[in-house]
């Protein structure tokens, strides 16, 4: 009997619509099944049909099984309408596209591969989490095979050749973000609170087209000398002080920065803060150093939230000194807080590894002392601008690069020199606006971050103020 056949009577055998004695084999030479009835097998029920099934699971069984809701069952359109939009988003934050490489070309002898690649990616990933390829070999982790990883690096067990091509690759995190790997800036820009005494003014503009500021809406809590970062999507203004409402304040408030409106409460830092320093990797959003009002001392707490989660913030780490009066850049790895005063103005810079709890580190050295400046990084560099040095309202600027430890150099001037004004990016320029002079100002200015140039005028506040906090995301 051909095989085609034995599967036949096979099929035929185990349908419920035949007849027979189940898998019983006849007594013909080719000892085929014969052709049974499911109801013919023993302790089987009878057939059940559509029908029947109606009957069993009617209306009424599956009202008593659904969620009254004003007396009535759960219906689709309740459902959409708890499980929106919003409520899908907040459950899906990362989602992972394919591949992020890293690309290094070797000098001879090298070992060590990380920071920023040959094209200026830094490098970043979770432990276990990479592949690693020598001129399109892969290799073998471990420290009997290839290489190792190390926090953000990776070290060839054998020295490279001269010129050999190490290529590093990850998944790739996209809608939404994850340590290192997140986004936050966008294309628009927010000022929230500033002034002496305090408003609750917020404004925006689109960083990439010259232009007046628009109204975004109000804080609930308005302050001055309040810090900004964000995720992309949520804007967060924390702390800041106040002379007709009782600050300093421990407030954290945010927005949506797609959506103009009113702010709303987030919740609240360690402690009642102002002169603070602000940063954010796209998961996690903090502010270092700063006044501590509660204790009446300058500060050394590293602190942070998780930007998507409504909360207190917690404990990330110290400062290597209490300071107050420094700004914070950085790219999606590292955070920096340059000058500031710790007793008296300071020209250090000291840095931490964001994806980690831990205290911050030397770093180097600005280029002269500074105080009360503003403070923007890409996925490159970091800016300090304006502030105090020896004299009162300069409009220098420093850069760093992000991701190697040293001094900073000379970018450039601002177009209007001052101290307190706010800053922030969308990766390709730095805009800083508000700020104060002897009189609050509405200047804001721009530059492209790449080019070492002085910044140009932009356009206006809608109200002059001296210290707002700044911040970046999404339009839309």
Request: charged fraction near 15%.
């Amino acid at each position: 009997m051909s095989l085609n056949r034995t599967l036949a009577n096979l099929g035929k055998a185990i349908d419920s619509a035949s007849t027979g004695t189940f898998l019983s084999k006849d007594d013909a030479a080719d000892a085929d099944f014969i052709s049974v009835a499911y109801s013919d097998v023993s302790g089987t029920p009878s057939s059940i049909d559509s029908s029947a099934l109606t009957t069993l699971i009617d209306s009424a069984y599956i009202q008593l099984r659904q969620t009254a809701v004003s007396s009535s069952g759960l219906d689709s359109a309740a459902v959409q309408a708890l499980v929106d939009s919003d409520y899908v988003s907040a459950r899906t934050s990362t989602v992972y596209s394919g591949f992020e490489m890293y690309d290094y070309v070797a000098t001879a002898g090298q070992t060590t591969f990380q920071d920023s690649d040959a094209n200026g990616n830094v490098l970043s990933f979770d432990n276990g989490g990479i592949l690693v390829f020598y001129n399109g070999i892969l290799m073998r982790r471990g420290t009997s095979h290839d290489y190792i990883e190390g926090t953000n690096v990776v070290t060839l067990n054998t020295a490279a050749d001269s010129a050999a091509n190490i290529t590093i690759s990850k998944w790739k995190a996209s809608g939404g973000s994850i340590d290192g790997t997140g986004v936050w800036y966008g294309d628009r820009a927010v000022w929230s609170g500033g002034d002496y005494p305090e408003k609750n003014i917020m404004d925006y503009v689109s960083i990439a087209t010259s232009a007046n500021a628009t109204d975004f809406g109000d804080l609930q809590v308005a302050v001055y000398y309040a810090c900004g970062a964000g995720d992309g999507t949520y804007g967060l203004t924390f702390g800041g002080s106040g002379v007709n409402n009782g600050g300093p304040h421990n407030n954290i408030q945010y927005v949506t920065i797609a959506t103009t409106g009113n702010a709303s409460d987030f919740g609240d830092c360690l402690f009642r803060n102002t002169a603070t320093g602000a940063w954010g990797d796209g998961l996690k959003a903090g502010i270092a150093g700063g006044y501590n009002a509660d204790a009446t001392s300058k500060s050394n707490v590293i602190q942070y939230v998780m930007v998507a989660t409504p909360a207190n913030s917690t404990d990330f780490g110290d400062l290597t000194a209490q300071k107050q009066g420094g700004d914070i850049v950085n790219d999606a790895t590292y955070g920096v807080y340059g000058g500031g005063n710790d007793g008296s103005r300071t020209n250090v810079m000291e840095y931490w590894t964001m994806a980690t709890l831990g205290n911050a580190s030397d770093y180097g050295d600005l280029t002269a002392v500074r105080e009360d400046h503003g403070g923007v990084g890409n996925v490159t560099y970091g800016i300090f601008a304006g502030g105090h040095t020896t004299t009162n309202y300069v409009n220098s600027m420093d850069y760093i690069t992000i991701a190697t430890t040293g001094n900073a150099s000379n970018l450039g001037s601002l177009a209007t020199g001052r101290s307190k004004a706010g800053a922030t990016t969308d990766n390709t320029y730095a805009i800083f606006g508000g700020g104060y002079t002897g009189s609050s100002s509405n200047v804001i200015d721009r530059l492209t971050i790449s080019t070492s140039a002085n910044a140009s005028d932009f356009g206006d506040l809608t109200n002059s103020r001296s210290g707002p906090a700044a911040y970046s995301g999404s339009s839309s």
